[in-house]
């Protein structure tokens, strides 16, 4: 029993790193932060703080992993819902879009360090940038396998589900990196009209009030 409890405090200490450090790189950028800012803003010393990650690299790669097997967690539940192919799309594409815009600048420190400019995509070991590729493969096989379903139902008209996958998912991503929460559109707003895009992709306009309609039954 006394094992047990230690082995879950370890745990869950490892999880309040990961939420500290994933603010704190998300905020300043992984240069900026120092794993000495992470661990006084854990009360921690830091030989304390290397017990659990050896290096501020291990550190970013357990912080992207952590929101990616969260995302990915998410899509699923919202592809299992019942529906047809396009209300189970609207689901996945909003919750796709709820961690894009709402993440706190999470989902685009996990792009940029799978997309960027090579100083930001190499700070990460190259087994630990495969490993997060393959987190993001297993994303895009939640949108493509949807959209072959809508496709052979006749919902979608696309001319590869891959590469319509692709699109709809470049769509979403991006729109972390130009929003600006304080200017322009509300969220939900937005986030009405990503969809919106991203079923247009399709082959289905919609318009945003039925999107919103369909928001509520989530």
């Known amino acids: 029993m006394a094992s047990e409890r230690i082995t879950a405090k370890r745990a869950a200490l490892r999880k309040r790193i990961i939420a500290v450090a994933l603010e704190a790189f998300s905020a300043r950028g992984f240069e900026a932060t120092t794993t000495v800012e992470i661990a006084d803003t854990l ?3 830091g030989p304390s703080l290397y017990h659990y990650f050896r290096t501020k690299e291990e550190l970013l790669y357990a912080c992207m992993d952590f929101i990616l097997e969260k995302l990915h967690t998410d899509l699923s539940t919202a592809a299992a819902y019942e529906g047809t192919a396009q209300e189970r799309m609207v689901h996945v594409v909003r919750a796709q879009l709820k ?7 999470a989902a685009s420190l996990v792009n940029a360090h799978l997309y960027g400019p090579r100083y930001l995509t190499q700070v990460l070991l190259p087994e630990h940038s495969e490993a997060l590729r393959d987190r993001q493969r297993a994303l895009l096989k939640v949108f493509r ?3 072959s379903q809508g496709a052979a139902s006749g919902e979608f008209v696309v001319a590869d589900a891959r590469i319509a996958a692709f699109n709809v998912l470049a769509i979403l991503q991006y729109s972390g990196v130009w929003h600006r929460p304080r200017k322009g559109l509300r969220l939900a707003d937005l986030m009405d009209l990503q969809v919106s895009a991203a079923l247009q ?3 289905i306009p919609m318009t945003t009030g039925a999107l919103t309609e369909q928001g509520k039954h989530k």
């Open 201 to 203: 992709l399709l082959g």
């Open 43 to 45: 009360q921690m010393t």
């Open 99 to 105: 961690v894009e815009l709402g993440s706190g600048g």
């Open 145 to 147: 396998d949807l959209i």
